[in-house]
């Protein structure tokens, strides 16, 4: 796994780590092109679209669950343990370290915008200029990331 490697797009947090599982094995096992395996991840996920698909097929390969190559994307063998996906989604997944760090810091549980106060001067400043409500952009994004972090104890 290439540690320098960040990627952006975080789907909605589902129910249980299942639903993970469920987007990993639409993916192939032999490479497919990606309209195919968003599709695939799509349908498979009940999604309303191919762009939902798309979020979590890159959401998987930041969790190292699917990777792409000049092929298209298949899907790993690898059996990963909760913590190791944890350590990747933290690691590999923009903003996760930052949203952590300030639930870690915290002295009392907090919400999600106060989590959100906490991180927004983390937000580059492309980010802020490429949203006219950037603001609500990364508070849902922030309650994205902390439902991950839940499911996968962190």
């Known amino acids: 796994m290439s540690g320098d490697a960040r990627f952006k797009p975080v789907p909605p947090a589902p129910d ?8 990993r094995q639409a993916v192939p ?50 059996d990963v343990e909760t913590a190791e996906l944890g350590a990747r989604f933290r690691d590999r997944v923009v903003g996760a370290d930052d949203v ?14 106060r989590i ?15 949203h006219d409500n950037w603001e609500s952009v990364w508070r849902e994004r922030t309650a994205r990331l902390l439902g991950w972090a839940v499911l996968f104890e962190l």
């Open 16 to 23: 249980s780590l299942d639903r993970l599982h469920e987007a």
């Open 29 to 78: 096992l032999v490479p497919g092109d990606s309209d195919d395996c968003c599709a695939r991840v799509a349908r498979n996920l009940a999604l309303d679209n191919r762009q939902q698909g798309e979020t979590w097929l890159v959401f998987l390969r930041a969790l190292s669950l699917v990777e792409a190559g000049d092929r298209g994307y298949h899907r790993t063998r690898e």
């Open 100 to 113: 952590l760090s300030a639930v870690e810091d915290a002295d009392e549980p907090q919400g999600v915008d």
């Open 116 to 130: 959100f106060e906490r991180v927004r001067e983390t937000v580059p400043s492309w980010e802020r200029r490429r």
